[in-house]
């Protein structure tokens, strides 16, 4: 069963709504978020904010549909500590690639779980600190991070398994949707399973002690589900998959997971059953154009941050893949290489950042 824009209606108006009544809908910003959603999702639209809901939007658009002719959004960019972030999303609300809650303000993120941590069950209610803001998160995967969360508020039993080659977003995805689920009113936490180093078998025990310990209703992320199951080997640990299949016992228990293709069909030659159970959410693999529109911008902001030069060559080197053996850019690790490479430079005082300062990895 593959994920379809109509999962479900009623968590997108819920969605768009909690939207609306965060920002106002006189808000430049959220205009043209909305503009995306409307041309998106049209019908859906319609039922949240009613038959002059577009034509009010439209008047609001009236003066330009573009950033750099309307003042108020071009003052909110140059005020922004996030301006080469807000900007990119901006853009992207303008080609209609973002919905409406793509541009929810990152005042809270989702929790990052290690099964054997000791406060557990603070952390099932959602109480644990925020984990780090990802700064791609959702600026290209809006329309999914609206489907999947749509489909976790409804009560479809299936669990969503977001699906792609290495560096596609997968993980980005995944904090998006976590993101739009605890802005709404009735917040849905989310944790992210990190079984830390296992022996066989203890993957699948510590998420069955994960899920037994929920005290409220939550999704839980298991990510690398191919890794965690050895899918790519001769000797598979199936326990992992029998226990995802397993976790409609825990009824508090929303799961999402991740796999990297092509892993996913492996599911099915080694555990059918869990395979019937899956919305395959497929993530394309993101063109090397975009992937350097996202980073240079980005890039910009870091050596602002830190007060250095990069070279063009550095950020070359930060956009390779992550190993020989992959074939597609990371624009997530490109970053992560630059902000380190640029915090080495300012500790040994130096001024630009060159290819060298670029560590791979």
């Given amino acids: 069963m593959r994920a379809t824009d109509s999962l479900s209606i009623r968590g997108l108006v819920g969605l768009a709504k909690a939207e609306a009544k965060r920002w106002g809908s006189d808000h430049a910003t959220v205009t043209h978020a909305a503009s995306a959603f409307a041309q998106n999702w049209t019908g859906e639209f319609r039922d949240a904010f009613g038959s002059d809901g577009e034509a009010l939007l439209h008047r609001l658009l009236a003066a330009g549909q573009t950033i750099g002719n309307e003042a108020e959004v071009r003052n909110m960019i140059t005020a922004s500590p996030d301006a080469a972030a807000l900007a990119m999303r901006l853009q992207a609300a303008l080609r209609g690639d973002l919905a409406v809650a793509d541009l929810l303000p990152e005042e809270s993120s989702p929790t990052r779980h290690r099964a054997d941590d000791t406060e557990q069950s603070e952390a099932s209610d959602g109480e644990a600190p925020p984990a780090r803001t990802d700064p791609l998160a959702g600026l290209l995967r809006g329309r999914e991070a609206l489907d999947v969360a749509a489909y976790l508020l409804s009560d479809q039993p299936l669990i969503p398994a977001l699906v792609g080659r290495r560096g596609c977003g997968k993980t980005s995805l995944a904090a998006e949707i976590a993101r739009l689920l605890l802005d709404l009113e009735d917040p849905l936490p989310t944790l992210f399973f990190d079984p830390g180093t296992t ?40 326990s992992i998959l029998r226990e995802i299949w397993q976790s409609e016992r825990f009824p508090l228990a929303r799961l999402v997971i991740t796999v990297t ?14 395979s019937d159970r899956l919305v395959i959410v ?5 063109d090397e154009n975009v992937v350097r529109g996202l980073v240079v911008p980005v890039a910009t902001h870091l050596a602002e941050q830190y007060g250095v030069v990069i070279d063009h060559a550095a950020i070359e080197a930060a956009l390779q893949p992550p190993t020989e053996a992959d074939t597609f850019d990371h624009p997530g690790l490109a970053i992560a290489r630059l902000d ?20 791979p990895g």
């Fill in 282 to 286: 497929e993530l394309q693999p993101w």
């Fill in 199 to 238: 022996v066989d078998g203890e993957p699948a025990m510590l998420l069955r002690d994960t899920l037994s310990a929920l005290t409220r209703r939550t999704v839980v992320v298991v990510e690398d589900v191919d890794e965690l199951a050895r899918l790519g080997t001769t000797e598979p640990d199936v």
């Fill in 340 to 359: 380190v490479a640029c915090a080495r430079t300012m500790i040994a005082g130096g001024n630009t950042v060159t290819v060298a300062d670029v560590i």
């Fill in 261 to 274: 293709a092509p892993y996913e069909k492996r599911i099915a030659q080694f555990y059918g059953a869990l």
